[in-house]
């Protein structure tokens, strides 16, 4: 814990003028980030006496190691570089909302020739006309299937449309009238084009003209006694009244407004927000955060204002922002939602009328949010500290691990020899920093040499990274401070308080394995002179825990929350180590010789295979017959030649039980340090580096 008198700036180093301000851990890590009209007073705040500070607050500044500003001309800037800065570093104080779920929209994408409809989640992108979100994916589907009578756009995916474009025929939406199959040209791009047009403009609530165009073609079509088309006609304009009904008329005057509900307690707090379009709601979604810091509603509310509009422009921004309090000040945040726009944003609280009782309702599914939240996590961070507290009583820890950091070593019969390192803090999964090794030490099956090589590796790193930072002067200088065995340097590149490679250390490390594993571990981290950090290791076969220097296991209670988050950790790390096992062995095998032959690229490869039928045909060809292929000249056919006589055939695939050779056999589907079956795990949300 520090002290914040020890880096306290001195009176008068600090400008009496808006601007950023960022609080750094003493691994340089940014873990606060605030904005301030007066930076002077808005600091001196932070460094008075801690038994005056809320308990959140003091804990972020006994964190803190240093604190640093930058100086903007404006509060608008001050909001704009806050809200950038807390995108780019993440920090672990900051007040941060976790959507209660991952939203669809409703996406129109107008940036290919053929725009489609269908639904999207994650990151909005150029070119793409969104409409939601959406509660669920069932609901958008719902609403597309009535609208493509009235407008049959393209809903298909690439593959399906260059298929249908191929075979000259339709999909089974063609067939029954809901896509107009502009795969097999029944209609221009330009037509689709303002098909796709016509059905965003609908989705916008611009819904009035074409009912009256339907109406005014059914009554001609009347007229006519062409009573097949005005039944038709008359089905379109009850799919577009059925459609219009699932999102009833709120407010009049075809109103376009977002309405920001917020509920709080001591600890949490959550925001829900109804979107408004054309006086209908279009979209709800909501969030919740854990207030690190004494902080009032208003500041909530701006919070949430730049999660919502911080990668907004345009319409994407309302007319109208209804909030349940002010931002204080709030002509910045007013100047910047208008700046977002393009146009002038009014941002206030309803006093009276319709938008007052809407956002009544807004507050009752912000309550009923936080309620909900409230009693899903209550367990969870009961049982994750429970966990935490039984891992450190169990291995004589100092204090619970927060960081845990877990390796695991995967082959198949020694090949593609790899490992992995997952990471666990709070308890919760880290994947942005999850990392991927190639054992290059040796060659061969060896899992207590791969362990030592890989948790030197991992903590040379460590040991790097602090000595660039400064934290660390005992030993040689950078020149002698080896990473997988080249000398660091000036290479390492700062990155100014993000988080780099490996520079925040763990306070556990786990290895998969008993006590050899163990003790190569812990051998490791003693030969780079690391003591201040536990090792311990799961073996499968008892889910025995095996601590450096014992006989004999620790022997957690098959019920120990403290087990199951060990186990928890072990299996997320073999399943990551085995994913990428396999990646690398299936690239292994569909490797060809053919691959290093220089200038031969990917067709004249296909043609050689379909002429000749396979690489071991090819390689008993002559030049002469080599040369029958198209494309394939002399000089060509004598340069593949040599690269096939150099290369090595692959040892056939033999059936251990009979002893048949057999061809063109699917590879064996087992890996890991102990050669048990690959089980295909979920896939990586995010995928970790490889080192």
């Known amino acids: 814990m520090a002290d914040p008198s020890s880096y306290r700036p001195r009176p008068g180093e600090i400008p009496d003028t808006p601007g950023v301000y960022r609080f750094r851990d003493e691994h340089r890590r940014v873990i606060y980030v605030g904005k301030a009209k007066s930076l002077r007073q808005r600091l001196a705040n932070y460094f008075q006496d801690l038994a005056n500070l809320h308990p959140r607050t003091r804990s972020m500044v006994t964190t803190a190691a240093s604190v640093e500003w930058t100086v903007v001309s404006t509060e608008v800037e001050a909001l704009q570089l806050e809200y950038s800065w807390i995108k780019e570093y993440d920090p672990r104080f900051n007040v941060k909302y976790r959507d209660d779920k991952s939203y ?9 020739e053929f725009p489609r409809v269908q639904v999207m989640r994650g990151h909005k992108k150029k070119g793409v006309r969104y409409f939601g979100p959406y509660a669920h994916a069932w609901a958008i589907r719902d609403t597309v299937d009535l609208l493509l009578r009235v407008f049959p756009v393209r809903t298909c995916s690439a593959g399906v449309f260059k298929n249908a474009a191929r075979t000259g025929r339709p999909c089974l939406l063609g ?28 989705m916008a609530g611009r819904t009035g003209t074409y009912l009256r165009r339907l109406e005014r073609q059914m009554t001609e079509a009347a007229e006519e006694m062409e009573y097949e088309r005005a039944a038709r006609l008359r089905d379109d304009i009850e799919a577009l009244k ?35 379009r054309g006086g209908r709601v279009r979209g709800q979604r909501g969030w919740v955060t854990d207030k690190v810091e004494e902080i009032t509603t208003g500041a909530l509310v701006e919070h949430a204002l730049q999660q919502l509009y911080g990668e907004e422009s345009g319409d994407a921004v309302p007319k109208e922002v209804l909030v349940p309090a002010l931002p204080e000040p709030v002509e910045p945040v007013q100047e910047w939602l208008t700046g977002r726009r393009g146009a002038n944003v009014s941002l206030r609280i309803p006093q009276r ?43 004589d820890l100092d204090s619970a691990p927060l960081r845990i950091e877990c390796y695991d070593v995967s082959h ?36 207590v040499r791969s362990m030592h090589e890989v948790i030197t590796r991992r903590f040379r790193r460590y040991l790097a ?27 390492l590149k700062d990155d100014d308080g993000r988080p780099r490679k490996f520079a925040y250390p763990p306070q556990l490390v786990v290895v998969d394995g008993g006590q050899p594993q163990v003790a190569a571990a812990r051998r490791a981290l003693d030969e780079l002179g690391i003591d201040d950090i536990a090792v311990c290791g799961l073996a499968k076969r008892l889910e025995e825990v095996w ?25 997320e790390a073999h399943r990551f180590a085995i994913t ?106 995010r995928r970790g580096q490889e080192t």
């Open 104 to 112: 669809p929209y409703l996406a129109v994408t107008m940036n290919e």
């Open 175 to 202: 067939y029954i009238g809901k896509c107009s199959a502009p795969c097999v040209g029944r209609i221009t791009p330009e037509d689709h084009r303002e098909l796709a047009e016509e059905f965003s403009d609908f």
């Open 242 to 276: 059925k459609a219009m009904e699932k999102n009833a008329v709120v407010l009049a005057d075809a109103t376009d407004a977002d309405l920001v509900a917020v509920a709080e307690d001591e600890l949490e707090a959550a925001v829900q927000i109804f979107h408004v």
């Open 353 to 395: 009328g319709d938008k007052k009782a809407l956002m009544e309702t807004v507050q009752r599914n912000a309550l009923q949010a936080l309620a909900l939240h409230k009693t899903k996590r209550a367990s969870d961070l009961t049982t994750r500290s429970r966990a935490l507290e039984e891992i450190a009583e169990a291995l």
């Open 412 to 447: 198949l019969q020694g090949d593609d020899v790899v490992a992995s390192m997952v990471v666990f803090e709070d308890g919760l999964q880290r994947k942005g920093e999850y990392r991927r090794f190639q054992i290059r030490g040796f060659a061969g099956q060896d899992d």
């Open 465 to 491: 990274e602090k000595e660039k930072t400064g934290e660390w002067t005992e030993g040689a200088g950078s020149e002698d401070v080896l990473v997988d065995g080249e000398p660091v340097g000036d290479t």
């Open 547 to 571: 601590v450096p220097g014992e006989d004999d296991p620790v022997v957690l209670p098959r019920t120990s929350e403290g087990l199951y988050m060990l186990q928890r950790v072990r299996d």
């Open 580 to 685: 990428y096992q396999r990646t690398r062995r299936a690239k292994r095998f569909r490797s060809s010789p053919l691959d290093d032959v220089p200038g031969l690229g990917e067709t004249r490869k296909q043609a050689l295979i379909k002429h000749f039928g396979s690489v071991k045909k090819l390689r008993s060809a002559t030049i002469e017959q080599i040369q029958e292929v198209p494309g394939i000249g002399r000089k060509t056919a004598e340069t593949i030649a040599v690269a096939l006589a150099r290369a090595v055939p692959a040892a056939p695939a033999v059936n251990t039980a009979t002893g048949e050779i057999i061809d063109d056999e699917e590879p064996d589907t087992t890996g890991g340090s102990s050669g048990e079956p690959v089980t295909a795990g979920p896939p990586d949300e």
